[in-house]
């Protein structure tokens, strides 16, 4: 496609198989666009394309991800605010049409699994190596290994009585974020211990238990998981002004994909999907609606004179 549609806060460039979406900087932007600066989205991630009202003179356009195609969203579990989410382009309301016009550009690309969960993360992470600072510690991820810092002011005494903690992703099976904005905010590694291990199973600790000075989810593997997180030397807890959700889930999105990536067993190289001709009636349909575009001055000669070769070539 190669078209380019600006928002209030990212801008969106439509290519062949994918979207690039470049998020801005600036005041009014929020911290988690300006930490992922951009974001790669194949068309075989998505699931659905919508477009809605927005608040204040807007619209909406809605790239929705399949489950399962983004670590960060997984990461997130639906705690993500609405201005949060990296998949909507916020337009004025006047740009409707064009908005319209791209959206079903993008529905007629969406892949023939768009309906089912994405059986492997199909969107980048954030790239490590990464570190924020929470409540109680101070977590760092190099790729490979986590490490947790114990803060001597926030940090419980059961934490400092295990001592610093460090992991490797091959010891862990996920990770959960509870976010910062939500009661009890923190991010949890979740070691691979068995199906009866999850993040929050397995009673408190009783006074006296220790992980033995282990360290790590070897350690862990020997103790009960504590319930609290502020108890758990394999979780940092958040508060006001530590482990924010524009720090904090990138991290936990990145630990994520590291832990699928060496779980998921290498696969034979999948033939590429093969596009059919479209329907003429649709591609009639798209140059009149292309047209109309051209009439009310919302694209240019040359963009109207290239998509519509570009649409007369896919009969």
């Avoid at 190669?2 to 929020?30: K, N, Q, Y």
Wanted: glycine share 10%; hydrophobic share 40%; net charge neutral.
């Amino acid at each position: 496609m190669g078209d380019v549609l600006a928002g209030i806060h990212a801008t969106w460039e439509f290519d062949t198989d994918s979207v690039l979406i470049r998020f801005e900087r600036g005041l009014r932007t929020p911290k988690l666009f300006q930490s992922l600066r951009e974001r790669r989205v194949p068309h075989a991630a998505l699931s659905s394309v919508t477009l809605n009202p927005g608040k204040r003179g807007t619209v909406v356009l809605h790239a929705v991800p399949r489950p399962g195609a983004d670590p960060l969203l997984e990461a997130a579990a639906g705690q993500l605010k609405d201005g949060c989410d990296p998949y909507r382009l916020v337009l004025p309301a006047e740009r409707e049409t064009l908005a319209e016009y791209y959206a079903d550009e993008l529905r007629a690309l969406l892949g023939p699994d768009a309906a089912q969960p994405a059986d492997r993360f199909m969107v980048a992470a954030p790239e490590a190596p990464m570190s924020f600072k929470a409540y109680d510690g101070r977590a760092g991820f190099d790729g490979d290994r986590i490490s947790f810092r114990w803060s001597w002011t926030g940090a419980s005494s059961a934490k400092w009585k295990a001592g610093d903690q460090t992991f490797s992703v091959r010891e862990l099976s996920g990770v959960e974020w509870r976010s910062p904005e939500a009661f009890d905010g923190y991010l949890r590694l979740v070691p691979r211990t068995g199906a009866a291990d999850s993040a929050l199973a397995g009673p408190v600790d009783p006074p006296g238990a220790a992980y033995g000075g282990a360290g790590g989810a070897q350690g862990l593997r020997a103790a009960v998981r504590p319930t609290q997180a502020d108890q758990d030397p394999a979780a940092v807890v958040f508060g006001l002004g530590y482990g924010p959700v524009h720090e904090s889930l990138p991290f936990a999105a990145a630990v994520l994909e590291s832990v699928r990536r060496r779980q998921t067993k290498p696969t034979a190289p999948v033939a590429p999907v093969v596009a059919g001709r479209r329907d003429p009636a649709d591609i009639a349909e798209r140059i009149r609606h292309l047209g109309e575009l051209h009439q009310a001055g919302l694209v240019t000669d040359d963009e109207y004179g290239a998509k519509k070769a570009q649409l007369l070539a896919e009969l």
